[in-house]
Every structure is written in structure tokens, then in C-alpha cells.
């Protein structure tokens, strides 16, 4: 293969790639349809996390802006660290024109596989639109 058969390989192989993050992007960030709220319907999306450890006490930090905290359901089941709920559009924005929506709407999940031990889930509290879960250590 000639030098210059491989340039275009490479970038024939760029483009594809970034086109299929493309679509990936927007088929997260689609609004949800059909079944709304509820721990049945199928989660349409997984919000960003950070998991940080101390000697105490694990502290996951994740990226809910605009979700309302009343509707946030935490819990361990397994080992597993389960952060569930929806995001709604407010019901006087649901007949606005939308020029843009990247903030993804529906019902999300996360699971994080966590740390061998025993924790106890802290009260999760909101602050700057991220949802604070402390997960102390028990000896």
C-alpha cells in the first residue's frame, strides 16, 4: 500500500468514525417517548459521574441540571450503586418552539459497580444542578 493510500485510509476511517459518534450523540440526547416515569419504563439515558474515594466514605457526584430532586430514587443493590429518575420538560415549555435541546429528557439510570465493603447511602443532596450521594464506609 502506497503512503499516500494509507493518508486517505486513515482518513476515510476518521470520518466514519466521527459520523457514528454523531449518530450515537443524538440517539442519547433523542427525547424520550412512550411510557413516562416509573422504575418500568426503559432508561433512555446515564448521566455523567465522579466517583471519588476518601479513608471514610465514598462520594459520587452526578450531572442531573434541571431534574427536579424530589424524583431521583438511590439505592444499593448488589454491590451496585442504582441513581434513577426522569427529566421532564416543564409543562408551560412543552407547547415552546425548541431551537435547541441537548440536555437529554426521560427516564435515566446509572449503575456503578462499587468497591468491595459495606456502605450506608447518606441523604443525596442537590447543589449546582449535580446530585451529591455520600456512601459511608462501615467497619
Known amino acids: 500500500m502506497k503512503n499516500r493510500d494509507l493518508k486517505a485510509w486513515m482518513w476515510s476511517d476518521a470520518v ?10 443524538r440517539d442519547l440526547f433523542r427525547p424520550a417517548s412512550g411510557a413516562a416515569g416509573g422504575r418500568t419504563a426503559t432508561p433512555q439515558w446515564e448521566p455523567p459521574v465522579d466517583v471519588l474515594e476518601t479513608d471514610h466514605e465514598l462520594r459520587v457526584l452526578a450531572a442531573l441540571p434541571g431534574v427536579d430532586p424530589d424524583h431521583i430514587q438511590v439505592s444499593i443493590v448488589g454491590g451496585v450503586l442504582i441513581i434513577a429518575g426522569q427529566r421532564v420538560l416543564p409543562p408551560e415549555l412543552r407547547t415552546a418552539t425548541i431551537h435547541r435541546l441537548e440536555l437529554p429528557q426521560g427516564r435515566f439510570e446509572r449503575q456503578l459497580q462499587l468497591p468491595k465493603g459495606r456502605y450506608e447511602v447518606g441523604r443525596p443532596t ?4 449535580c446530585l451529591l450521594v455520600v456512601l459511608r464506609k462501615l467497619v
Open 126 to 129: 442537590v447543589d449546582h444542578g
Open 16 to 25: 466514519e468514525m466521527l459520523a457514528r459518534a454523531e449518530r450515537m450523540h
